[in-house]
């Protein structure tokens, strides 16, 4: 579970994440990330935790399936929120085939969407362009 601190809850927040942050896709899942920004409801505007958010349509899956998806995610960015940006926002989108994938490759998903938005591994766009 994800500390109470670490949890997005306004619909502003997640908004400002999809919207002004940046999207990595991936066949499960799509994360997007709104790296270190300070919290407007902190006063003296301070930089806050990394706060983390989930979002499981009924294309995923009927309500036990998404419950379960949700708490794989929440389980997975409790122990990947040291590796982002203080005041970072996150959020999670889990596309329908996450309702059938199991913890492993929801995990691989997540590691390489996040490696991605912090740009830990380089990026080759045109592949063949290194003769």
Not at 58 to 86: S, T
Request: no cysteine.
């Amino acid at each position: 579970m994800l500390p109470s601190e670490s949890r997005l809850r306004r619909r502003e927040d997640f908004a400002t994440a999809v919207r002004r942050g940046r999207r990595a896709g991936r066949p499960l899942l799509v994360v997007h990330l709104r790296s270190g920004t300070t919290d407007p409801h902190t006063p003296g505007g301070e930089a806050s935790p990394v706060r983390a958010g989930f979002v499981v349509s009924k294309a995923v899956g009927g309500a036990v399936v998404r419950n379960l998806v949700k708490r794989r995610l929440r389980h997975l960015m409790r122990d990947r929120l040291d590796r982002l940006p203080a005041g970072s926002l996150v959020v999670v989108r889990a596309l329908p085939g996450a309702g059938e994938a199991d913890h492993g490759q929801l995990a691989r998903d997540l590691d390489t969407a996040l490696q991605r938005l912090l740009g830990e591994e380089p990026r080759s766009r045109n592949p063949g362009s290194d003769r």
